[in-house]
Each structure stands twice: as structure tokens, then as C-alpha cells.
């Protein structure tokens, strides 16, 4: 979903700059932006990129990949999105919520 939107952005944009850091964010984002076929300028401040994934050791919640029917886990995006929701008292984004719960599995394969 993010490179469609890459792809169609920069049919307008000769560059396309990605101002985050060098974390599992930022680099996922250029590896998209690159694959969508934008030319990219990845910009970190810090002499080595680590960003918040480096503080939370690299975990990374998702629901439905699969790693997890792999493991016989058996989770999904309703699940998740009520767990997102539960967490942060309501005081979530329900869209944006929605959003990273339905996406988190597929999002999970293609990292």
C-alpha cells in the first residue's frame, strides 16, 4: 500500500527525501520509496543508525503474518486493533489503529 502511494507521489516529485532517522522506520520507508522507483535521500543525525528500534530491542507488533500461522498462532487485525485500543485507553486514533492492524501482517511478510 505505501509504495502505491510512493510510486504515485513521485510521478510528481523528481526526489523524494525521507527526513527520518536511519531506524527500522526510516530505512524501511527508503526501501520502499526505492522499490516504488523514487530516487531517495535517506538524512540521519546521529553518526550511527539505530533509532527507537534499537531501545526496544527490535520487537515489532503485528497480527496475521506468517510467522505466525507458521507457529500456529492464531491472532488477526480485530484482535490487534482492540488490543491497540485497550492499551492506550481509548486514546488511540481509531483510524490510524484500523489502519496498522489490518496492515501489520502483510507488513511483517515483506520485511
Not at 81 to 92: C, Q, V
Amino acid at each position: 500500500m505505501a509504495s502505491r502511494l510512493i510510486k504515485h507521489i513521485s510521478q510528481w516529485l523528481p526526489t523524494l527525501m525521507c527526513l527520518s532517522s536511519g531506524g527500522a522506520a526510516g530505512l524501511t520507508a527508503t526501501i520502499a520509496a526505492r522499490q516504488a522507483e523514487a530516487e531517495v535521500k535517506l538524512l540521519e543525525r546521529d553518526a550511527h543508525p539505530a533509532g527507537i528500534t534499537a531501545m526496544n530491542q527490535g520487537n515489532v507488533c503485528a497480527a496475521g503474518s506468517a510467522v505466525q500461522r507458521e507457529a500456529s498462532v492464531e491472532d488477526n487485525a480485530e484482535r490487534f486493533y482492540e488490543d491497540i485500543i485497550a492499551k492506550t485507553r481509548g486514546t488511540a486514533d481509531p483510524v490510524m489503529a484500523r489502519l496498522v492492524a489490518e496492515a501489520s501482517g502483510a507488513t511483517m511478510n515483506w520485511l
